[in-house]
């Protein structure tokens, strides 16, 4: 099956900096998406991006699909980021969505 | 709208016992399904559903039965727990299976944290 690889593992940073969190996947894909898991287990979709790139607020996503991978970008990071982000693909030819998710990003901001 | 709910919070079972997860959404959503979360893990599907009277089988359906008998319900069953099944279970929902963020995209419910003894 598809194969969804997320970097780092781990990701430790001072308020106000920027990060770049990494999703490799190894076939194409119907959809992508970007969850975060915040510390208390809520999951929160971020986004919703196949293809091209998307803003909201400090957070943006671009997806590759061609080259099979997607980036999120945190800026200005702020102390509410901490959680863990997840990446998910759906494959094709499954009749039906069926996400994969990637082992996460544990993403800590410190004050 | 509540969104995605689920029951209980938390729940421990001792091995062979068997129970029910709840979950529903009121978000007239047709497309539901369970993922469970072992520590760090990626979620993994359990089961999904794209509308009533319909469900399939995701990466990991052993030891777990669904039905959905409406829209807005969609409980999990263990029929004889195992401590394999201790993790956290979640609930999501979306529109449906059409392509396009509205439709495609996933709402979560808060998990129930399952520990079998």
């Known amino acids: 099956g598809i194969q969804v690889e997320q970097s780092p593992p781990d990701l430790i940073l001072q308020e106000g900096a920027n990060s770049t969190l990494r999703c490799n996947f190894s076939?194409?894909?119907?959809?992508l998406q970007w969850f975060h898991q915040n510390p208390w287990g809520q999951l929160i979709n971020l986004f919703y991006?196949?293809?091209g790139t998307k803003q909201n607020g400090r957070l943006s996503a671009t997806t590759v699909a061609t080259e099979r991978y997607s980036l999120l970008y945190i800026s200005s990071s702020q102390t509410t980021d901490s959680g863990v982000y997840f990446c998910?693909?759906?494959?094709?030819?499954?009749?039906?969505?069926?996400?994969?998710f990637g082992q996460g990003t544990r993403l800590t901001i410190n004050p | 709208n509540a969104g995605v709910t689920q029951t209980p919070k938390f729940q421990v079972l001792k091995t062979g016992q068997s129970m029910t997860l709840q979950c529903a959404q009121d978000?007239?959503?047709?497309?539901m399904s369970w993922y469970r979360q072992d520590p760090g893990m990626g979620l993994r599907l359990i089961h999904y559903?794209?509308?009533?009277?319909?469900?399939d089988q995701g990466e990991v359906p052993n030891g777990y039965n669904v039905s959905r008998s409406t829209t807005e319900d969609f409980p999990l069953r263990l029929l004889s727990a195992a401590p394999s099944q201790t993790s956290v279970y979640f609930c999501?929902?979306?529109?449906?299976?059409?392509?396009?963020?509205?439709?495609?995209?996933?709402?979560f419910g808060p998990g129930t944290r399952l520990t079998v003894l």
């Open positions: 999501a929902s979306s529109q449906d299976q059409t392509s396009g963020a509205v439709r495609n995209t996933q709402y």
């Open positions: 076939d194409s894909v119907n959809n």
């Open positions: 559903s794209v509308g009533a009277g319909i469900t």
């Open positions: 978000m007239n959503h047709e497309y």
């Open positions: 998910a693909v759906d494959p094709p030819f499954q009749g039906a969505q069926k996400l994969v």
């Open positions: 991006i196949p293809s």
